[in-house]
């Protein structure tokens, strides 16, 4: 069983950036990564997702232009780039990981093994 644990969340105001991490728990073949994120009262959805080699993220539209995702050479280790936040950008943020060939971008179901989320609040 992979166990992914997220940090680097925290409070901001607008305008402000954030860089969120994740790390899996033990080496083993991933072949994408993601970020979900869940505001209060609203369904958890997705942000952004990247392959295993770094070479093809996809973003939610938005946060195209304003948030990056990108993954350490040779790891299991993604972040997230967050900058110009907004209030709307508050939510608790997933990392996501498939250990299967094909995904479907930013589908929950796609995804297998999740964190426990990260709180990450903007303020105007």
């Known amino acids: 069983q992979v166990q992914l644990v997220e940090s680097g969340g925290g409070s901001v105001q607008a305008g402000g950036s954030l860089r969120l991490s994740c790390v899996a728990s033990?080496?083993?073949?991933?072949?994408?990564m993601a970020w979900f994120r869940q505001a209060p009262g609203k369904e958890r959805g997705g942000v952004a997702d990247?392959?295993?080699?770094?070479?093809?993220?996809f973003y939610a539209d938005s946060v195209k232009g304003r948030f990056a995702i990108s993954k350490a050479g040779g790891s299991n280790t993604l972040f997230l780039q967050m900058d110009s936040l907004k209030p709307e950008d508050t939510a608790t943020y997933y990392c996501?990981?498939?250990?299967?060939?094909?995904?479907?971008?930013?589908?929950?179901?796609?995804?297998?093994?999740w964190g426990q989320g990260t709180q990450v609040t903007v303020s105007s």
């Open positions: 033990r080496y083993t073949r991933l072949y994408f």
């Open positions: 990247i392959d295993s080699g770094g070479i093809s993220p």
């Open positions: 996501a990981a498939a250990d299967r060939r094909s995904v479907e971008n930013l589908r929950e179901a796609s995804y297998n093994y």
